[in-house]
């Protein structure tokens, strides 16, 4: 069985999926600026916020020094940190869900 990982990004409200990102690269950029691979529009965010690292099997996030910083689980990411099936991402005013099934 194939595993993949997406990002799920909510609505403002939290109560639904807005739109989903597979991440298919072996690194993938968030950010405000457009060309990221999941852009997000909104001045909370810096223009390269974050990354997610696949490695094998594994995904890894990282805050890029951005001006708001990065939440992984409500906590700030501090150098590089393991993800989990249904984290919750914090970047700006979003939140995001990483699914790995």
Same mark, same amino acid.
Do not use: K
């Given at each position: 069985?194939?595993?993949?990982?997406?990002?799920?990004?909510?609505?403002?409200? *939290?109560?639904?999926?807005?739109?989903?990102?597979?991440?298919?690269?072996?690194?993938?950029?968030?950010?405000?600026?457009?060309?990221?691979?999941?852009?997000?529009?909104?001045?909370?965010?810096?223009?390269?916020?974050?990354?997610?690292?696949?490695?094998?099997?594994?995904?890894?996030?990282?805050?890029?020094?951005?001006?708001?910083?990065?939440?992984?689980?409500?906590?700030?990411?501090? *150098?590089?940190?393991?993800?989990?099936?249904?984290?919750?991402? *914090?970047? *700006?005013?979003?939140?995001?869900?990483?699914?790995?099934?």
């Amino acid at each position: 069985m194939v595993r993949r990982a997406s990002i799920w990004l909510l609505d403002p409200s *939290g109560d639904h999926v807005a739109r989903s990102c597979e991440l298919t690269e072996d690194i993938t950029f968030i950010g405000r600026d457009p060309d990221a691979a999941i852009s997000l529009p909104s001045s909370t965010v810096s223009r390269r916020h974050a990354q997610i690292r696949r490695e094998g099997a594994q995904y890894f996030l990282r805050d890029l020094n951005s001006t708001n910083g990065t939440l992984l689980n409500r906590e700030p990411v501090i *150098g590089e940190e393991l993800l989990h099936d249904r984290d919750e991402i *914090g970047v *700006g005013i979003y939140r995001l869900i990483f699914r790995y099934c």
